[in-house]
């Protein structure tokens, strides 16, 4: 079975840092490459990044070098680490198979507020 696990989430203060995990199981997914999507509240699913199995990351233009996706194959997780984070940040964020959300775990809440 296929599983996507995420962690890491939290309340953070405007321009604080988050580190989240997505923990895989079930494939072989170092061959693949995987998204962070998140999405707000009344908001459609919004695409942030993703990294190839070879580790070349994209992100959306939102980003603007603030979030930082990576992966470590040994340890079957991929991360979003989160930096000077601002309130419209906040949503409950997934990692994916695709851009789309498609296959994408049960998520971790990310709430950004002074």
């Known amino acids: 079975e296929v599983q996507l696990v995420e962690s890491g989430g939290g309340l953070v203060q405007p321009g604080g840092s988050l580190r989240l995990s997505c923990a895989i199981s079930?494939?072989?997914?170092?061959?693949?490459?995987m998204a962070w999507v998140r999405q707000a509240p009344g908001k459609a699913l919004e695409w942030i990044s993703d990294?190839?199995?070879?580790?070349?990351?994209l992100y959306a233009d939102f980003v603007k070098g603030r979030f930082t996706i990576s992966r470590d194959n040994a340890k079957n997780t991929v991360y979003l680490q989160l930096n000077s984070l601002k309130t419209e940040d906040t949503a409950m964020y997934y990692c994916?198979?695709?851009?789309?959300?498609?296959?994408r775990g049960q998520g971790t809440q990310v709430t950004v507020s002074s």
């Open positions: 079930g494939f072989t997914y170092k061959n693949y490459c």
């Open positions: 994916a198979h695709n851009r789309m959300g498609g296959g």
């Open positions: 990294i190839t199995s070879g580790g070349t990351a």
